[in-house]
């Protein structure tokens, strides 16, 4: 797909623009989203300064389900299958849809803003859109692969500097497939080496270095790891946690909840989702290792917290560059919680064995939740397990590569001070509860680039919630806009089009207040669940017997959308007798 600098439309101002993506967060786990997790950095994005507030939280904005596909449609602004990665980063066989790699013909947010809006560009952090990387391969296999056609890395698809990692999850103290630019990091890890402060710190060194220019801006991608598994966390850090979850997970659900409507994030009408079918009771008689899942947790929330001061090093770094007040910072998740066991006995369908070997001084890595270790060291490989997970996504139901709203509710924080000065209003929100999808945000940086948002585009832009929806719905001066779509009384910006989903096989669609979701399922079939968003968004209600006409006329919708984005049936192979579909029992892991 050739485009030209003439294709497109160039107008100042052009704010720097940051992208901080989390990795496995859930919807609940920082502090301005209603949790306990010690966030201040974040927090402080979403409330602003004294004089004003420079934050706006989004309640309903969503991602797409797992690592990979949100990746590929935030940096592409299109759905995952339309970007080639309809579900992971192997090549399935079944054409460019699951090819497990970028599309070429598919612009990068990177390259559109370096090659026609003049950004510099930059990421650190997680790729995972650019084939496959087995966690266990070898820095020469890693270098000889890298950037073939399968492979594409950052530097190929727009970035003018990257550091980080190619392929997925690994040890945070010698993550795998580690690259600067384009040339693997062979050296082992210094002592005191830990990923997230890594690319936290890199971020740092790339913004130093672009406001060398200033008359140029920048783009940043920050693409954490944190708090995906495994649980690996500095010692000290934990310790301020420990003993913090020793009432559980059903007390904290609860409490996370009570904040959340505290903080009119949600609808006090809103119950709080039932406990997960396959969490216990916490209660001495179904969880006799309390202190080691207080451990699990309270390494889970280390996680976090050290993301959180990476953070504000990054936001300390725009302020001693005199860049702060003109940069856009987006803050987000790539999926809920994460119910991944990670089991240790190598049986069938169980792959953590993968991420064994030695730690960098000779120890050997156990790998899986075994309880006489205590996690965060080099030599454990752990998850906080399906339990914990369910009170990281509430008050939502399920979990990452699921689509009800526990998969694909992400926190979302906008931050930008100089948008009080573009236009004389006093009046942004703060919160905005309409639904957007992670697409949007590449439409939007486009609109705040002032680049003409491609009529192929899914994602819409949602600039003038940054500056004030009403004033800038009668005044499109401050900014050559291409088209919103307001409410009927042409004040509130909505989004024009649906929202859809698909990931191994679960389906969903969002239409105004109506949400239809199927949930695949291994051992019984359930159906499609209709729900009202506006009176039930914990998925409770179920009104699909209730309201068959829009249960068949949403199912449609769906339908046109899969067959457009070329989604094909799950599985994508037959299973073979006797085995199972693992994909959807990650419990089991």
């Not at 088209?483 to 969002?510: I, M």
Request: glycine residues 8%.
């Amino acid at each position: 797909m050739a485009r030209k600098l003439s294709d497109y439309h160039k107008h100042p101002p052009k704010p720097n623009i940051i992208i901080i993506l989390a990795d496995d967060l859930g919807f609940s786990d920082v502090g301005c989203f209603g949790s306990e997790i010690l966030t201040p950095n974040i927090d402080a994005l979403a409330y602003g300064g004294e004089k004003s507030n420079t934050g706006i939280r989004f309640t309903q904005m969503y991602n797409c389900a797992r690592c990979c596909p949100s990746r590929a449609a935030l940096l592409t602004g299109m759905y995952p299958h339309q970007a080639g990665i309809g579900h992971m980063v192997y090549d399935a066989g079944v054409g460019p849809a699951y090819q497990g790699f970028l599309r070429e013909e598919i612009p990068t947010v990177a390259e559109l803003l370096r090659d026609c809006g003049g950004y510099k560009t930059y990421m650190a952090g997680k790729w995972h859109v650019g084939g496959e990387y087995p966690p266990d391969a070898s820095h020469e296999w890693i270098q000889s692969n890298m950037g073939d056609a399968s492979h594409p890395t950052p530097t190929q698809r727009g970035f003018d500097q990257f550091y980080g990692t190619l392929g997925g999850g690994g040890s945070y103290y010698q993550p795998p497939s580690l690259v600067l630019n384009d040339e693997v990091v062979k050296e082992v890890t210094p002592e005191g080496f830990y990923y997230t402060d890594a690319i936290n710190d890199e971020a740092c060194k790339m913004i130093k270095n672009a406001c060398t220019d200033k008359d140029a801006p920048f783009f940043l991608y920050v693409a954490h790891c944190a708090p995906h598994w495994p649980l690996h966390a500095p010692k000290e850090k934990i310790e301020k946690y420990k003993g913090k979850y020793m009432r559980g997970w059903d007390s904290l659900r609860r409490e996370r909840h009570q904040r959340m409507i505290d903080q009119k994030l949600i609808s006090p009408d809103w119950s709080c989702s039932p406990r997960d079918d396959y969490s216990p009771p916490w209660d001495e008689d179904h969880v006799p290792d309390q202190e080691w899942e207080d451990s699990r947790m309270a390494t889970y929330a280390a996680q976090i917290t050290v993301m959180d001061e990476g953070i504000g090093r990054i936001i300390k770094t725009l302020h001693t560059t005199g860049s702060y007040e003109d940069t856009v910072i987006f803050f987000l998740s790539d999926n809920g919680g994460c119910a991944e066991y990670l089991k240790e006995n190598g049986e069938e369908g169980h792959w953590p064995e993968f991420y064994g070997g030695l730690t960098r001084d000779g120890r050997i890595i156990k790998v899986g939740n075994r309880r006489e270790l205590t996690p965060g060291d080099e030599e454990t490989f752990m998850s906080y397990d399906l339990p914990w997970a369910n009170a990281s996504n509430s008050p939502f139901r399920l979990f990452k590569s699921w689509v009800h709203e526990g998969g694909i509710a992400t926190p979302f924080v906008i931050h930008w001070p100089a948008a009080r000065t573009l236009v004389s209003n006093d009046s942004i929100d703060e919160i905005n509860h309409d639904p957007w999808i992670i697409m949007d945000i590449v439409a939007t940086c486009y609109d705040l680039a002032g680049i003409h948002i491609p009529d192929s585009l899914e994602g819409e832009s949602f600039l003038p919630i940054l500056l004030g929806e009403d004033e800038l719905a009668f005044n499109f001066s401050v900014y050559d806009v291409y088209s919103y779509y307001l409410d009927s009384q042409g004040q509130t910006l909505k989004r024009r089009q649906p929202l859809f989903w698909e990931h191994q096989g679960n389906c969903a669609v969002r239409d105004g207040k109506w949400k239809l979701v199927y949930r695949r399922r291994d051992e019984v079939e359930t159906g499609w669940e209709l729900y009202d968003m506006e009176k039930d968004r914990t998925e409770l209600q179920n009104l699909a017997t209730h309201n068959k006409e829009k249960v068949k006329s949403l199912i449609q919708m769906w339908k046109d959308w899969a067959t457009r984005c070329d989604v094909l049936p799950w599985p994508l192979h037959p299973i073979k007798d006797g085995e199972r579909d693992w994909s959807n029992l990650p419990w089991m892991w």
